[in-house]
């Protein structure tokens, strides 16, 4: 079965940075894209970044754009979120999914990593 990670989550002060991962247990990446969302306490799962397997066209919420980069190593079966400028208002748990799609629609979804915590303070 597909299987998917999240790890880099973590406590950050405002302004700061991390670097997640979602590394899939697949040897050959088999989905057109892969999407990380995220989800604060009491809040619906949002869009934030968007990059397929092939090509080049990625894709960014706009509260993130400017601050986040999604990349990918294709080697390591493993896609990054590059987080800059943290704000607290990017507190959430950050999920990666992998889909056949172009959607940012959680339910378009079917795999998905366990998430992580991040955490940014002021």
């Known amino acids: 079965q597909m299987q998917l990670a999240e790890s880099g989550g973590g406590l950050v002060q405002a302004g700061g940075s991390l670097r997640l991962s979602c590394v899939a247990s697949v040897r050959t990446f088999n989905f057109l894209t892969v999407t990380w969302f995220r989800q604060a306490p009491g809040k619906e799962r949002d869009f934030v970044a968007m990059?397929?397997?092939?090509?080049?066209?990625?894709k960014y919420a706009d509260s993130v754009k400017g601050r986040f980069t999604i990349s990918r190593d294709k080697a390591k079966f493993a896609v990054y979120l590059e987080m800059s400028s943290l704000k607290p208002e990017d507190t959430a748990v950050y999920y990666c999914a992998a889909g056949n799609g172009y959607s940012v629609v959680q339910d378009d979804y079917d795999f998905w990593g366990q998430g992580t915590q991040v955490t940014v303070s002021s």
């Open positions: 990059i397929p397997w092939e090509g080049d066209n990625t």
